[in-house]
């Protein structure tokens, strides 16, 4: 239990629909990030969010579109994906974003399939 | 262009020692970090090194020189349950996180 919950924990879908994942993290943390994790690469960061406010958007697609309401809840909302954006995608959370001192708590992440 | 490299996998016995070795080059450097993620699991902070020299906590050591671009985790008295990727991250000069691939480590009974 790392104090981040992402759900759904698996989600097949075809590359016509639109799903949404979610991330809640406990610790009371300020900053919260969407990480892509691909077999046997590095992980591929794709948004930070500081204090609710979107801070970087690592050149990722615009059918990945996240959203934060509060400082607790992220999302990833996706929309006419791709095969290739078959991954896993996990959220984590760091106490601050600036200076950011690396230490991160992830989700189990979600894993999804696209058709 | 920066860059991590570490082991794709690496095979040990149960209650042997092993060691993973993590090269990096980067603009700039504020630390290195190893997390440990067992399959299908959230990956964990296991240590964070930004002096040179070796830190020890329990079974798990890791090691830098950072004129050398380079790191290693030292597991000992090997547990069936460490089997997990490893993976190696390096906070660039601009707090950015840089991330190997991770070594999945196999270990026999």
């Known amino acids: 239990e790392t104090g981040v919950t992402q759900t759904p924990r698996h989600l097949v879908m075809g590359m016509t629909n639109k799903k949404s994942l979610k991330c809640e993290q406990h610790l009371g943390h300020n900053a919260m990030y969407w990480y892509k994790q691909s077999a046997k690469k590095p992980l591929e960061l794709m948004f930070v969010y500081n204090f609710k406010e979107q801070t970087e958007n690592n050149s990722v697609p615009s059918r990945f579109s996240p959203e934060c309401p509060n400082s607790s809840h992220l999302f990833l909302h996706l929309h006419t994906l791709q095969p290739e954006d078959s991954a896993l995608y996990l959220c984590?959370?760091?106490?601050?974003?600036?200076?950011?001192?690396?230490?991160?708590?992830f989700g189990e992440g979600s894993r999804l399939t696209v058709l | 262009g920066q860059n991590i490299d570490q082991p794709t996998e690496m095979t040990a016995t149960e209650g042997a020692i092993v060691q993973i070795n993590c090269t990096y080059q980067?603009?700039?450097?504020?630390?290195l970090f190893w997390y440990q993620q067992h399959a299908g699991e959230a990956p964990t902070f296991l240590s964070y090194n930004v002096l040179d020299g070796l830190e020890e906590k329990g079974r798990f050591s890791s090691f830098l020189s950072r004129s050398k671009g380079y790191s290693y985790l030292l597991l000992k008295e090997l547990q069936m349950k460490d089997s997990a990727s490893y993976l190696c991250a390096v906070l660039d000069s601009n707090y950015q996180l840089i991330w190997g691939a991770g070594t999945k480590l196999i270990i026999k009974p």
């Open positions: 984590a959370s760091s106490q601050d974003r600036d200076p950011n001192t690396g230490e991160l708590f």
């Open positions: 980067t603009s700039g450097f504020n630390g």
